[in-house]
């Protein structure tokens, strides 16, 4: 069978999965009582069901289980495996709520797991201030860190419909065309399955109301390690494009990952200090802003994500112009903290001092969120089968 028919029957697989395993998954949470009550922080008004990791960790088994019938794909059973393990501790977390030092603790141990037994890990900095090779205990300590940080990045963001999965579809679609044109297939139909459940995931947690479902930290989780396990450019030494790849991963992961670490160390910089627990819940997240203006969850998620394609177009274009490996490194960062900062510092800035400005601005972002409101409409019907629904909102 050909790789092309191959990577279809990968991307197909969850878009037949998810909305059969959607219904059922549901049910099961509403009549288990296993949802997420509104409470003063959260911005759903009533109960929704938290199984969302369930119905992805189900779609990707099955789907690896039947793409390595036709393709082999046996090199990702231990990458699979810890994540089955990841969710699991997420689900407990979901039902009974785990502390942040115990969930920090798994997630060290997750990553240490993938360092030693399935060799993912940052062993270069590709030139970046002229490194090159790091040693292997440098390597295990920029591995353990940039794993923490991925994994609790997606956690952070998980905060309103759609975005943690929308981001995760970007990332996973890029990196899915990124090891198919370098011929690293097994990774690429990883990256396709994972990707194609998260954009079937996607409609239901944003337009559905009949079967609405977040993905609680059991998704969360399982979505943050594989980014890691997706970003890491262990794999990327020996590429055809040595050119766009071997020079500029680093910045090419900042740049494919800004939209979700910028907010977190931002986030964590400002509780710290304040004196508070860098996992002290609030709304200060730049979504909750966005959200605060008045807009709908879509719009708020629709415009993060646009964001991120702005972050990859400025990478490549900087790649292609051959810019010095530091200096695009730089410039990427720069325009990441001006493209995910500077909207906070500013919208923050006038409903503090300048509320009349403020008031102008949300109506305006008012007025645009409401032209998705015929799409969101016409997707609520196609997923739910009714006439009329209400407009997008609600969240966690």
């Not at 071997?246 to 910045?251: K, T």
């Not at 997240?285 to 998620?301: C, E, N, Q, R, W």
Request: hydrophobic fraction near 55%; glycine fraction near 6%; proline fraction near 4%.
């Amino acid at each position: 069978m050909s790789i092309e028919l191959v990577c279809l029957i990968a991307a197909l697989l969850p878009v037949l999965l998810v909305p059969s395993l959607m219904p059922l998954t549901v049910f099961l949470a509403r009549r288990k009582r296993l949802t997420d009550a509104p409470n003063a922080r959260k911005l759903q008004s009533e109960p929704v069901a938290v199984l969302g990791g369930m119905v992805i960790i189900t779609s990707i088994s099955i789907s690896l289980t039947v793409t390595n019938v036709f393709y082999d794909i046996n090199s990702l059973f231990p990458s699979l495996c810890i994540m089955i393990v990841m969710f699991v501790f997420g689900m407990f977390d979901d039902l009974v709520g785990l502390s942040w030092t115990f969930k920090f603790g798994l997630q060290m141990i997750m990553v240490m797991l993938l360092f030693f037994c399935g060799s993912f890990g940052f062993y270069s900095f590709y030139g970046l201030f002229g490194l090159y090779d790091t040693p292997y205990w440098l390597s295990f300590l920029l591995s353990a860190f940039f794993g923490l940080l991925l994994i609790n990045a997606v956690n952070f963001i998980d905060g309103i419909d759609g975005l943690a999965s929308s981001m995760g579809v970007l990332i996973a679609g890029v990196m899915a065309y990124w090891n198919y044109y370098h011929s690293f297939m097994v990774s690429s139909l990883l990256s396709m399955i994972v990707g194609s459940t998260l954009l079937m995931f996607f409609f239901y947690n944003v337009f559905s109301s009949k079967y609405k479902i977040y993905m609680g930290d059991s998704g969360s989780l399982l979505l943050g390690l594989f980014v890691y396990i997706s970003a890491n450019p262990a794999p990327y030494n020996t590429l055809n494009d040595e050119f766009l790849v071997d020079r500029y991963f680093i910045s090419f992961l900042l740049a494919l990952t800004s939209g979700i670490t910028l907010d977190l160390v931002r986030v964590v910089l400002t509780r710290l200090l304040r004196g508070q627990s860098p996992f002290h819940p609030d709304r200060n997240h730049l979504h909750h802003v966005f959200v605060d203006l008045g807009i709908s969850h879509l719009m708020a998620t629709l415009h993060l994500l646009f964001r991120s394609v702005v972050m990859l177009v400025v990478w490549y274009v900087s790649a292609i112009f051959e810019m010095q490996v530091t200096m695009q490194f730089f410039v990427v960062l720069i325009c990441s903290v001006v493209l995910f900062w500077l909207p906070y510092i500013r919208i923050t800035f006038l409903k503090e001092h300048y509320p009349l400005r403020y008031v102008r601005l949300s109506h305006r972002w008012q007025r645009c969120s409401k032209w998705l409101d015929p799409f969101a409409n016409l997707m609520s019907r196609i997923l739910d089968g009714r006439r009329k629904v209400k407009t997008i909102g609600g969240g966690q």
